[in-house]
C-alpha cells in the first residue's frame, strides 16, 4: 500500500471543487483542507492539544528551520517529528526551496543544489535534492516535498526556463533519494512561473514520475489574483483526478474559495497566526483589527456562533483589545485560537457544501459578504 493514498467522495457538477479524504501512516483527514503552519516544530503560541481541539488533521512544518536547528539528526534521535513535538496526526514538511531562495544575495544556485548563508549565524550552509530528502526523512514527516526552485514574479521566459527544467532534474533526484522510505510519501511541485508551456512540461515530467501527489508551487508570489487564478485553471486540467492537489502558500478565505473551486485539496499559510500576532481577528465578513478603539467597550465576541475557544468561553472584543494594548501575550494566543479555528471551520463548512451539492451557493453567499479591508 502506498504511504499516501487519496479518496475522493464527492465532486461539484459545475467547477472543479471536490470533497476527499487522504489517508497517510498517521491518520486520514477530510479534504479540502487548511494545514496550520508549524514553522519550527510548533504553530506558533497554540499546543498540539489546542490544535487537536481545533480539529486540525494534518500540520506543516519547515525543512529549512528544523535543518539549521535543531538539526535533523536530534529530531531523528527523538523519534521522529512526531514525537518530538507531540503530535499525533499527520505532518507535511516542505523542501526548504521557498525559504532558501527567499534569501536573495545570500545564497548561490547550482545544479547540485544551493549554497547559502544561514540566517542565524551567518554560516556556509548547503541543500540539495538529496540532504532535503536526508532531512525530511530523519524529521519522519508523512507528506515530504521534492527540493524544487520557486520563480519569482516577475520572471522572463528564459530564467523561468532554466529554472523549471532544474526543478524537473530536481525532482528525478528528490525521488531517487527517497528510494525505500514506504511510510512516506513524496509530492512533486509543479513550477513554470507565469509560462502555461512551462507549466504543461512541468506537470507533464512530473505525472510520468509517478508521484503520489502534486503540488502547485511559484503561485501567490504577488502576481496578480487574476493571472493566478488563471494559472491554477490551467495547471489543474493537467494534473490526475485520483491525486492529491496542493497549493502553496494560500491563506486567506477568498482565495481559499477560488482554489477549492478549481479542484484544490490542501492549502497552507502562516498567515492566520501572523496577523493575529498584529490584532487582527478573520471574521465571514472580513477582518476585526482589534487595536481600533472602536472596540473598547464591545463586549461582543468576536464573531457570533463561533466555536473557537475564545468565543465559546465568552472572552470578548473590549477584552481581547486590553490584552492587546497591555502586552500580555495571552490577546495574541486568543486571536491565533480563533484564525486557526475560523480556517479550519471554514474549510469543512465548505466540505460540507461540497459533499451536499451546493457549493455555488457557499461560494456565491461568501464572496457577496466577504470584504478583506473592512474592519
Known amino acids: 500500500m502506498p504511504a499516501i493514498k487519496y479518496e475522493l467522495v464527492a465532486k461539484d457538477e459545475k467547477t472543479g471543487a471536490r470533497a476527499g479524504i487522504i489517508h497517510t501512516p498517521h491518520g486520514s483527514f477530510p479534504t479540502p483542507i487548511f494545514m496550520p503552519v508549524g514553522t519550527q516544530a510548533s504553530v506558533k503560541g497554540v499546543s498540539p492539544d489546542e490544535l487537536l481541539d481545533i480539529n486540525a488533521g494534518i500540520i506543516l512544518s519547515n525543512t529549512y528551520h528544523l535543518f539549521l536547528r535543531p538539526g535533523s539528526e536530534l529530531v531523528k534521535k527523538a523519534g521522529g517529528l512526531h514525537k518530538f513535538m507531540h503530535w499525533p496526526r499527520a505532518i507535511l514538511t516542505d523542501s526548504g526551496g521557498f525559504q532558501v531562495f527567499s534569501l536573495g544575495d545570500l545564497r548561490k544556485i547550482t545544479e547540485e543544489g544551493v549554497t547559502f548563508r544561514s540566517h542565524l549565524d551567518g554560516s556556509k550552509k548547503f541543500l540539495s535534492p538529496e540532504v532535503s530528502m536526508k532531512v525530511q526523512r530523519d524529521l519522519g514527516s ?64 512530473l505525472i510520468e514520475l509517478d508521484f503520489p501527489g502534486y503540488a502547485v508551487g511559484g503561485l501567490s508570489v504577488g502576481e496578480p489574483p487574476e493571472l493566478m487564478n488563471e494559472m491554477l485553471d490551467y495547471t489543474l486540467e493537467l494534473l490526475p483526478q485520483n491525486k492529491p492537489r496542493y497549493l502553496m502558500g494560500v491563506g486567506t478565505p477568498d482565495y481559499l474559495v477560488e482554489g477549492v473551486a478549481r479542484g484544490i485539496d490542501m492549502f497552507d499559510c502562516v498567515y492566520p497566526t501572523r496577523v493575529a500576532r498584529n490584532g487582527m481577528a478573520m471574521v465571514h465578513s472580513g477582518r476585526i483589527v482589534i ?62 457544501s461540497i459533499i451536499d451539492g451546493r457549493f455555488g451557493e457557499f461560494r456565491s453567499e461568501f464572496l457577496a459578504n466577504y470584504n478583506p479591508k473592512a474592519k
Not at 520557486?150 to 532544474?166: I, L
Not at 468561553?313 to 486571536?335: D, K, M, Q, V
Open 291 to 352: 487595536k481600533n478603539g472602536e472596540y473598547t467597550e464591545d463586549e461582543r465576541p468576536l464573531e457570533e456562533g463561533c466555536g473557537c475557544y475564545a468565543c465559546r468561553n465568552g472572552y470578548t472584543r473590549s477584552y481581547i483589545r486590553h490584552l492587546f494594548r497591555a502586552g500580555e501575550i495571552f490577546g495574541l494566543r486568543l486571536l491565533s485560537l480563533h484564525n486557526l479555528y475560523f480556517l479550519c471551520q471554514f474549510m469543512r463548512d465548505m466540505r460540507q
Open 142 to 205: 508523512d507528506i515530504v516535498m521534492a527540493f524544487d526552485e520557486c520563480v519569482p514574479y516577475p520572471a522572463d521566459f528564459e530564467y523561468a526556463k532554466q529554472s523549471t527544467e532544474r526543478t524537473t532534474r530536481w525532482a528525478i533526484r528528490s525521488k531517487k533519494a527517497m528510494e525505500g522510505a514506504g511510510n512516506q510519501g513524496l509530492f512533486g511541485i509543479v513550477q513554470g512561473g507565469m509560462f502555461k508551456e512551462l507549466r504543461r512540461y512541468s506537470a507533464e515530467a
